[in-house]
């Protein structure tokens, strides 16, 4: 099997239903504490450079994070006679096997940010940001009875909600201060205007599911709304079969504020121990003409998950099953028109919470704790971190950070290169979990991969 098979495969079975992307612009936050990391201040405005840098177009910094509780392993099994893969609605594969490693709640996300031009400075008493950023955002939860659903065979009654697939693609523009006050204390605050490239959102609120003998009768309760410069379109009947004349453009406008404090309590406390709080994204998206289409209010039938059952037990390709998959749970989601208006949404906003103390045997190391909490409809979060920061030379920082939060344990590493005149950055949040051949993680989705290439520049502070 190809790996483009591999990415199709994977895409409709952990996604179902599309794959969709989501915003919350990110950085790591493992160099939250590594001095020389050019990017500190987008988890914390009030953390300043020691040097104007600027950055290399384009290669400022990427990262690209994946998170969420499901893995390749769910849904794709050895076919019993070794003759290739099936995957989890294969007969052969029984509904407490397949249910045993799903979630109340399962969810993915895909994060990818870009810094098309950035540069910080020195001016008006303190240390000044300016950011242009690309931002792709993903994220879906389907709940555990959906599943439960599309592995029954029998009759019953299933009822489950919070269906959702959200996203949001858009350029920020950001301008920053940091400002030093007495010596000890230092606050921060990051205006950023939203250009919003496109938009998308599914909630399945409820669905109730009858199924007696060959007839499924569906109720349910949801709507689809997206802005990416196109429309829906509808078919003779009245539904919903796509969305075409997508013309790229500006679909929405918004506003975000980050705010951030460190405190350095050594003429307080102990030498050394530096505090520090932030909350990032407290702002808003509104979305222009938005194209809706809602379930309607009559319950429907659905004749059920036919064709991947037919296709499975005539021993037809992974791809075939997987098309499927894909035809019934088209037919699964019936949606009218309900026209056209803008929406306005909360940004996802997220808390960090720090503690930094330098060694008093070798000030060139540190440890801190890292506490984040993000404020999500889809996959909210808290994460607990501890961390290592050294400092051997001053053109060289590495930082090592080991996390626990309700999406998992993970070790992290950061490597910060930084001479006269270049800076470069490499690092993870989040090692790359067990992989197959064609690179998909098989357990779950937590792994992520950053790097930025900038240019330093002045007499450090």
Excluded at 188 to 214: H, P, Q, S
Excluded at 358 to 384: E, G, N, V, W
Aim: glycine share 10%.
């Amino acid at each position: 099997m190809n790996f483009k098979h591999t990415i199709k495969i994977f895409a409709l079975t952990v996604a179902l239903l599309a794959t969709s992307m989501v915003a919350g612009a990110q950085s790591m936050r493992t160099g939250y504490f590594l001095k020389g990391y050019a990017y500190r201040y987008r988890l914390n405005p009030a953390l300043m450079n020691d040097q104007h840098y600027l950055s290399l177009p384009l290669l400022g910094e990427i990262n690209l994070k994946t998170t969420g509780n499901l893995g390749l392993s769910n849904f794709i099994y050895d076919s019993p006679d070794g003759s290739g893969l099936m995957t989890f609605m294969h007969p052969s594969v029984s509904a407490d096997d397949f249910l045993d490693g799903i979630n109340k709640n399962n969810f993915v996300a895909l994060d990818y940010d870009m810094t098309l031009l950035s540069t910080g400075f020195f001016a008006f008493g303190g240390y000044n940001t300016l950011d242009i950023g690309l931002h792709s955002h993903s994220a879906f939860n389907i709940p555990y009875d959906m599943f439960r659903f599309m592995k029954s065979l029998g009759g019953g009654t299933y009822s489950f909600e919070n269906l959702n697939m959200a996203t949001r693609n858009y350029i920020d523009v950001a301008i920053g201060h940091a400002h030093n006050i007495n010596g000890d204390l230092t606050i921060g605050a990051r205006l950023k205007v939203l250009l919003g490239a496109a938009y998308a959102n599914m909630l399945v609120e409820k669905m109730n599911v009858e199924m007696t003998g060959e007839r499924w009768m569906i109720d349910a309760k949801g709507a689809v709304s997206a802005a990416i410069g196109g429309n829906f379109t509808y078919g003779s009947d009245g539904k919903l079969n796509g969305y075409d004349n997508i013309v790229p453009g500006l679909n929405g406008f918004g506003l975000g504020f980050d705010l951030g404090v460190t405190y350095d309590l050594s003429s307080v406390l102990t030498e050394g121990l530096i505090v520090s709080a932030s909350i990032t994204d407290l702002g808003y998206m509104k979305w222009n003409n938005v194209s809706k289409a809602g379930f309607d209010p009559e319950p429907f039938v659905f004749d059920g998950f036919d064709n991947v059952s037919t296709s499975a037990e005539q021993g037809a390709t992974i791809d075939d099953q997987m098309e499927s998959i894909e035809k019934d749970l088209t037919g699964m989601f019936v949606l009218a028109d309900n026209g056209t208006a803008d929406e306005s949404e909360a940004l996802s906003s997220t808390l960090h919470l720090g503690v930094e103390y330098k060694m008093p045997f070798y000030d060139k190391l540190s440890a801190a704790f890292l506490y984040t909490t993000r404020f999500d409809k889809i996959y909210p979060y808290h994460q607990f971190s501890l961390m290592l920061n050294l400092s051997p030379v001053n053109w060289f920082n590495i930082a090592l950070s080991g996390t626990t939060s309700t999406l998992g344990m993970n070790l992290g590493a950061m490597i910060n290169i930084h001479c006269t005149g270049f800076n470069l950055f490499f690092g993870s949040d989040c090692f790359l979990a067990r992989l197959n051949k064609q690179y998909i993680p098989l357990d779950n989705m937590n792994a992520n991969i950053a790097f930025g290439i900038n240019i330093p520049f002045g007499f450090k502070r």
